[in-house]
């Protein structure tokens, strides 16, 4: 069943997508540089070099972003179960992870909420302070409001989303949505 960026199990199913292509063009460039052997015309064994050489950087491509994100898995089905509950306070994404210049920011969970976006990054080493500027900064691009806080402790995020009112007690101006699309946008 294919997943959509934020949805929860996002993360590991991306994660096998990725897997199978970079598996694939691999196995793709390894294929070309073996049937080298099998030519004796000199023409041809170029033709088969080049090939595998172009073959390199789309495998990268792919190669990049799930060895950046191979730490990181799909929270548990209790960590889910304790989310979900939340749900009608706003927009919950799932599986989010972010990337800035300095920063690779695993979100277990964004709450995309009219008073503001909060997020449970699992990160022990984020500079949280740089994160939350960085990602505002964004937003501020993105003509909407710079109010994303990032959450270190899964207590203290619960706690958090326990203390926001349903979003549909504020008045909707689309904002919600978009900070929900810009975030996607944003992940790998």
Known sequence: MRKQK????????????????????????????????????QAARNVLTLMAILSVLPTANVASPFLASLRYRTPGEDFHRKAAEYEPKGILLYDLVVTTKEQILPFDAVMVHPMGVFAYCIAEKADVKKAEKT????FKSQKLDPNIRIITDERQFFNRLKGLKPAAEYEDDGSVDYAAGVLKSMSM
């Not at 990602?135 to 964004?138: F, G, I, R």
């Open 6 to 41: 934020g949805e929860y199990g996002y993360r590991n199913y991306r994660k096998a997508v990725q897997f199978g292509e970079v598996l694939f063009g691999a196995v793709a460039i390894i294929i070309q540089l073996l049937a080298r052997n099998f030519t004796d015309s």
């Open 135 to 138: 990602l505002n900064d964004s």
